[in-house]
């Protein structure tokens, strides 16, 4: 575990120059399940779109695939300010919410989601070795339930291993509370099962970053969840898990955690490119 002070969120000065040279454009409320799908359920229909916001002219250009947060309750597609005009690709996805529907259909989603970035991201001049996933809360729930667990993103053909990069931001690594809510169980009654991404450690997952507030600000000991995370993760022969904790920041802390997210694409970005010389 490494703490991180605000003083230190210092974009690299050459990446922050050349990304500022380049345009970028949206593309709003695109499907990710298939017409046929679309057409079974209204619910799918409203709510399983994404939005994709990309550097034009350029190729070969890193995504991340951005779940907001909101509990599994409630929140929408958001395009975050700290992830735009960085040189990257960001895909905002909706899912489906509780109760409208229970689990795991927002696990489906979020896989459904990142499957048909994989599928399509080159044709609007990305680089599918070079997707990552990412979320804020519930958001960052669901980045790792998909990547750890790899049945998700299979149902769909793809390979969570070639996922680049998992970097969740505060997620919960225990069963998520709702789930426990769906089911009867008190948020304050911890529950490790299938549904949690502390079950689905593997030493074979891609690179993952945990970034939380500090431990005594976060919400329901969810410092502690993904210390927990990074130490089991570690005990399985992972050999790429990082823990970042924001001093002086809450549950609420997309902001300064924003330039390490940055930072982490940058690195294995570089690291892949040199691998490739």
Not at 30 to 58: G, H, V
Not at 98 to 126: L, Q, R
């Amino acid at each position: 575990m490494k703490k991180i002070f605000l003083s230190l969120f210092i974009f690299l000065f050459g990446i922050t120059v050349s990304a500022q040279k380049l345009e970028y454009t949206t593309k709003s409320n695109i499907p990710y399940y298939s017409d046929a799908i679309n057409k079974t359920d209204t619910y799918i229909n409203e709510r399983c779109l994404l939005d994709i916001y990309y550097p034009k002219n350029s190729s070969g250009f890193a995504t991340v695939v951005w779940f907001h947060g909101g509990g599994l309750t409630s929140g929408s597609k958001e395009l975050p300010e700290g992830l735009k005009d960085k040189g990257i690709c960001v895909v905002s996805v909706n899912y489906r919410l509780s109760p409208k529907v229970n689990s795991p259909k927002y696990i489906e989603d979020a896989a459904a989601a990142v499957a048909w970035v994989f599928k399509n991201i080159n044709t609007f001049g990305g680089d599918n070795s070079l997707i990552f996933i990412s979320g804020h809360s519930a958001g960052g729930y669901l980045a790792s339930m998909i990547s750890l667990d790899k049945k998700w993103l299979l149902a769909d053909g793809i390979d969570a291993n070639k996922i680049a990069g998992i970097i969740p931001l505060s997620g919960q690594a225990i069963t998520h509370f709702e789930i426990r809510k769906e089911r009867g169980i008190p948020e304050t009654q911890p529950v490790i099962d299938e549904l949690a991404p502390l079950f689905h450690v593997r030493a074979d997952a891609p690179p993952l970053l945990l970034i939380t507030g500090d431990r005594e600000l976060e919400m329901l000991g969810r410092y502690e969840e993904n210390a927990y995370l990074m130490r089991m993760m570690k005990i399985a022969g992972h050999k790429e898990t990082k823990l970042y904790e924001l001093d002086g920041f809450g549950h609420n802390m997309t902001e300064p955690a924003f330039p390490l997210v940055i930072k982490e694409i940058q690195r294995i970005v570089n690291e892949k490119k040199n691998t490739k010389k």
